[in-house]
């Protein structure tokens, strides 16, 4: 079984700074088949993709691995540890998309999981036995995904031939290559339906809704290392706003390119990167933006710096704030809001999520998470640096782990999350106190392998409606259940729909 061509339409749209920009927008097309037979491999990355899939590690690496292991300093290769507060309910392997496993979104009794190869959906009404109800193959790294109402949004940050659902790799030099977003009709949750696509600039690695009743904005999360891609020309110091009408979602437009990082030269006013700062990324883009859309804020992790903005006008959202670490951050990666929204976690992605950082040689302040405090009202909100957390659990060599995709655990009065971290599996913690953050629970498989490093672990690991739920790279889906005092309240909490970046006000 194949999925169908989609065919498209090209036109030319101007950005507000007068650029050409080419837009494709898909028509609707016969509905992607259910269950797929097979579907073949995208060359697949880990994010932001400057990693290999597997790499070689020295002798002595390996050899010390494998003494951790038999010390019980680490668990053994694939073996799963846990706290005492942690049940492991299920997992559910990887099927018909070979590819990484990536982002997660709910809505209802719905899990809906990212793949570099397309996207799978659970049925997790049972959280003890999840059941597949459709995967579609629709390879475009990474296949980010979001859901809102019937809508289901997909990112494809990787040069393709077209935009549908059929296309084949590219090099990323080639001038005609399209990536951008991908936007399904999932009324008929059995047979999704691709109905449109919006070409962006230097396509689509994360994205964003901010949704509204008659429409659901877009804020596209992209970067470029420079000109070697033909569609990501410096100066890239913004975001893609595109605007999606709810009943004609084919008529999906971008609508604006506004501009974070005003500044002077080529590379707008981003953190200049190295030499300047040596080991810290040079901003040229925005990598997530997690949005409070009943506050009208957004928190920004934008490579070399952290941003916090408006977005009353949700297609002009306005700085208030940026932050830089030259000392610890190599990569701002991802942002969370607790629930008072007086307080951001920012997370680095040193190593790009295909590096062993979790060990003592790193140390617990890079590739860690960033806590601030959001200090003042307003326009004069400051964003003022409190502590470091790193799970304190040390990996080996063989396994890359960093901080990665997290979520509130909402209970009044405290600041919890939850968080993937790749081979270093699900961490549970508490940021109530700024400055003393503390692990709470944790659950963790073993190496992939002990002598060589193998990408795998949790890319997402979310709480929703009383249960974790993780996608983990390689092993699959899996779903926990946390049993603690300070975690309990929160299964009183119920969702009708969770997109983690664009994160609910939980007690409205």
């Not at 979310?462 to 779903?479: L, P, R, T």
Request: with cysteine.
């Amino acid at each position: 079984m194949t999925s169908l061509r989609t065919p498209r339409t090209t036109t030319a749209a101007r950005d507000p700074r007068g650029r050409i920009r080419r837009l494709g927008v898909a028509s609707a097309a016969a509905g992607l088949l259910a269950t797929l037979l097979a579907a073949g491999p995208v060359a697949a990355t880990p994010d932001p993709g400057d990693a290999p899939a597997r790499a070689t590690v020295s002798s002595e690496e390996a050899a010390d691995a494998r003494s951790a292991i038999r010390s019980g300093e680490i668990p053994g290769v694939d073996e799963i540890v846990h706290s005492g507060n942690i049940e492991h309910l299920a997992n559910i392997p990887k099927d018909a998309l070979p590819g990484f496993n990536t982002d997660l979104a709910f809505q209802g009794r719905y899990a809906f999981a990212g793949n570099y190869d397309g996207f799978r959906i659970f049925d997790i009404s049972r959280p003890s036995s999840p059941k597949t109800v459709a995967q579609v193959l629709c390879p475009g790294s990474q296949n980010d995904i979001s859901v809102s109402g019937d809508l289901l949004f997909l990112s494809t940050d990787s040069s393709r031939s077209d935009d549908s659902c059929a296309s084949t790799t590219q090099p990323a030099t080639v001038k005609e290559s399209w990536e951008g977003m991908k936007i399904f009709d999932i009324s008929d949750i059995r047979n999704p339906k691709y109905v449109a696509s919006v070409e962006t600039a230097c396509g689509s690695h994360t994205h964003t809704l901010v949704p509204q009743r008659k429409d659901v904005y877009v804020y596209v999360s992209s970067y470029g290392p420079g000109d070697t891609f033909p569609d990501c020309r410096r100066p890239h110091d913004g975001i893609s706003v595109i605007k999606v009408p709810r009943k004609a979602p084919e008529k999906a437009r971008l609508v604006g390119f506004p501009v974070l990082f005003p500044g002077e030269g080529p590379d707008g006013g981003g953190n200049p990167g190295a030499p300047t700062n040596p080991g810290v990324s040079k901003t040229t883009g925005c990598h997530d933006i997690t949005v409070l859309p009943e506050k009208d804020l957004a928190a920004g992790a934008c490579m070399g710096d952290g941003i916090l903005f408006d977005i009353s006008d949700p297609e002009r959202p306005r700085v208030i704030d940026r932050v830089q670490d030259n000392v610890n951050f190599a990569f701002w990666h991802s942002a969370t809001f607790n629930l008072k929204a007086n307080k951001i976690v920012f997370t680095d992605e040193l190593g790009g999520g295909g590096a062993a950082t979790c060990n003592a040689e790193v140390g617990p302040n890079r590739g860690a998470n960033g806590i601030y405090d959001v200090v003042g009202k307003g326009k004069r909100s400051k964003l003022v640096f409190r502590s470091y957390f790193k799970i304190p659990r040390h990996q080996a060599a063989t396994e890359n782990c960093v901080a990665h995709n997290g979520s509130l655990i909402p209970v009044k009065g405290k600041d919890l999350m939850v968080q993937a971290w790749y081979q270093g599996g699900v961490s549970v913690w508490d940021f109530t106190n700024s400055a003393k953050p503390k692990e709470i629970a944790h659950f963790e498989r073993g190496p992939l392998s002990d002598t060589t490093l193998s990408v795998g672990g949790s890319w997402s690991a979310y709480y929703y409606n009383g249960h974790i739920y993780s996608n983990d790279i390689a092993k699959g889906f899996d779903v926990l259940k946390i049993s603690d005092r300070l975690t309990d309240p929160a299964k009183r909490v119920r969702l009708d729909e969770l997109n983690v970046q664009t994160q609910p006000d939980y007690f409205d």
